[in-house]
């Protein structure tokens, strides 16, 4: 059964930084591309990042040189780090796995200005 997990949500302050975590289980992990998704209120799910499994990545341009994919193979974990905060982040970010269209639960993310 696969399961992902996402953490670190909450409510920031615009100019902040958060960390994401999704740890994955059921999957070969190190096979398999991950993304991260964000699905802002009243909008489409929309990709933010994704990562290969030889760790390239790529970013929807609003968070290049803010946001930053990375993953561990070793934990199973892919992680998103988000710095430079903007009120227009908040939204429900989920984590994603490419082969078998899996999905998390997501995690909230509020930025105040």
């Known amino acids: 059964q696969v399961q992902l997990v996402e953490s670190g949500g909450g409510l920031m302050q615009a100019g902040g930084s958060v960390r994401l975590s999704c740890a994955a289980s059921?999957?070969?992990?190190?096979?398999?591309?991950m993304g991260w998704y964000h699905q802002a209120p009243g909008q489409q799910r929309e990709l933010v990042a994704m990562?290969?499994?030889?760790?390239?990545?790529t970013y929807k341009d609003s968070v290049k040189g803010r946001f930053t994919i990375s993953r561990d193979n070793a934990k199973n974990t892919v992680y998103l780090q988000m710095n430079n905060l903007k009120p227009e982040d908040t939204g429900v970010y989920f984590c994603?796995?490419?082969?078998?269209?899996?999905w998390g639960q997501g995690t909230q993310v509020t930025v105040s200005s």
């Open positions: 994603y796995v490419y082969a078998g269209n899996y």
């Open positions: 059921g999957i070969s992990f190190r096979t398999n591309n």
């Open positions: 990562v290969n499994i030889l760790g390239a990545t």
